[in-house]
């Protein structure tokens, strides 16, 4: 049964919107912002958190989250940061980590200087007149170099349950223009952070060349980072997740001659040392150019679950879904795409976007439960979603997600499975 939580609350108003009953549709109170990347996390108390960012016409983007002690009824929204600079990309979501000691850390990609400045704030193009030949043409400026572009992940800290925040800093002391990103971040068992990024290698003179990194805190400052693989694929996000036992478990594509497959480490020290590369699933896909489509992991008190897009042509090109022993358990049809998956202790839920053949899309979900892949089922009113995240809390999911409203801004939705 799936139950529409639209509006949650009177506080959260703010956040969603009001509901058409004739048609059910979203209406955004604040019609000329973009709400984006809802993802859902449980905090040290056990309680849900939805957290997302907001884009205004001036292009400053604003992350905030929510706190509910049931999943329907939500608290005033918070603000964590925001800056043009702050990233909302789909490969880059921003994290929110919640500590045992009860400090809450926000991991996000920020780009120095911020994104491309509004179309009306933009220098005009000379333009070439030739009908009115007795004026005299403006002088062409010369062609400016392109910038070297550059990025970092940054994280801040909240020690009072996210009323206030410390600066944000960057996870990597280098302070070289490079590209950083395509980042995870998880909490340790001993309770320090591990941020995993993707990093330009210095002095490449190919396109796009980057190698693997990984910071960790010790005491709440980030150490020197340390180089995990020389050789990736260079635009794909990575994943990590902590299991039941304490290991740190990291996903990312690896690229070896071009062949760019899943590759699967772990940690059993707090990401001190890992175990040699294995090749979660040997699709030995072979692309010359990066996919732009990295994993995301889950781990139930028994198991981990991997999903991710693979375009072998073994006749099995789509999102797949494996266990960490790389058993394929399901291939999705070419129709769908940006696939997540969470999990609690014993339930793993699985989502994605489907496009139809009116080039729609609606989110759609699988649930997996002590090992069993259930049937695949359409979240019901999710016309126009996209970019899902889930949530298995107290014997129910949550999937939040994003909906493209008539005038192609994106509000966010949340519904509930029983």
């Known amino acids: 049964m799936l139950k529409l939580l639209i509006p949650i609350s009177l506080m959260f108003v703010s956040l969603f919107w009001k509901t058409n009953p004739a048609d059910n549709a979203p209406i955004p109170l604040d019609p000329t912002k973009s709400?984006?990347?809802?993802?859902?996390?449980k905090n040290n108390k056990g309680e849900v958190v939805l957290y997302w960012t907001e884009k205004d016409p001036q292009n400053t983007v604003s992350l905030y989250f929510s706190t509910s002690k049931d999943g329907k009824t939500f608290g005033e929204k918070k603000l964590v940061f925001?800056?043009?600079?702050?990233?909302?990309?789909?490969?880059?979501?921003p994290k929110l980590l919640f500590k045992k000691n009860g400090d809450i850390v926000a991991v996000f990609s920020y780009r120095a200087g911020g994104a491309t400045p509004p179309r009306e704030q933009r220098p005009a193009a000379a333009s070439h007149d030739h009908g009115n030949h007795g004026a005299q043409a403006a002088p062409q400026q010369a062609p400016q170099a392109r910038p070297k572009r550059s990025s970092e992940?940054?994280?801040?800290?909240?020690?009072?349950?996210?009323?206030?925040?410390?600066?944000?800093?960057?996870?990597?002391?280098?302070?070289?223009?490079?590209?950083?990103?395509?980042?995870?971040?998880?909490?340790?068992?001993?309770?320090?952070?591990?941020?995993?990024?993707?990093?330009?290698?210095?002095?490449?003179?190919?396109?796009?060349?980057?190698?693997?990194r990984l910071a960790v805190s010790?005491?709440?400052?980030?150490?020197?980072?340390?180089?995990?693989?020389?050789?990736?694929?260079?635009?794909?996000?990575?994943s990590m997740v902590v299991d039941e036992s304490g290991a740190l478990h990291m996903v990312y594509r690896d690229n070896n001659n071009d062949v760019r497959d899943m590759a699967h480490i772990v940690s059993k020290d707090n990401g001190m040392t890992f175990s040699a590369p294995k090749i979660l699933y040997n699709d030995k896909w072979e692309i010359k150019g990066c996919p732009h489509s990295g994993a995301t992991s889950a781990a139930t008190k028994t198991e981990q679950y991997i999903t991710w897009f693979s375009g072998t042509r073994n006749g099995q090109s789509g999102i797949r879904l494996t266990n960490s022993s790389g058993n394929l358990l399901r291939v999705l049809d070419a129709s769908a795409k940006n696939a997540s998956i969470a999990a609690d202790a014993k339930t793993a839920v699985w989502v994605w976007e489907q496009t139809s053949e009116a080039g729609t899309t609606s989110v759609f979900y699988s649930k997996v439960i002590n090992g069993k892949l259930f049937d695949i089922q359409s979240?019901?009113?999710?016309?126009?979603?996209?970019?899902?995240?889930?949530?298995?809390?107290?014997?129910?999911?949550?999937?939040?997600?994003?909906?493209?409203?008539?005038?192609?801004?994106?509000?966010?939705?949340?519904?509930?499975?029983?």
């Open 153 to 212: 992940i940054r994280f801040s800290v909240s020690k009072d349950g996210g009323s206030s925040w410390t600066s944000p800093t960057s996870v990597d002391a280098d302070t070289s223009k490079l590209i950083r990103g395509f980042f995870d971040a998880v909490v340790l068992p001993n309770d320090e952070i591990a941020v995993a990024y993707l990093k330009d290698v210095k002095g490449s003179t190919k396109h796009e060349e980057r190698d693997l």
């Open 35 to 41: 709400y984006t990347l809802p993802t859902l996390a």
């Open 218 to 238: 010790k005491n709440g400052v980030f150490q020197a980072e340390r180089l995990i693989d020389p050789v990736v694929c260079d635009c794909c996000n990575i």
């Open 82 to 93: 925001a800056d043009a600079g702050l990233g909302n990309g789909r490969l880059m979501r």
């Open 379 to 418: 979240v019901k009113n999710s016309i126009n979603g996209q970019n899902a995240s889930s949530l298995a809390h107290n014997g129910e999911v949550f999937i939040a997600y994003e909906v493209v409203t008539a005038d192609k801004k994106t509000a966010l939705a949340l519904q509930t499975v029983d």
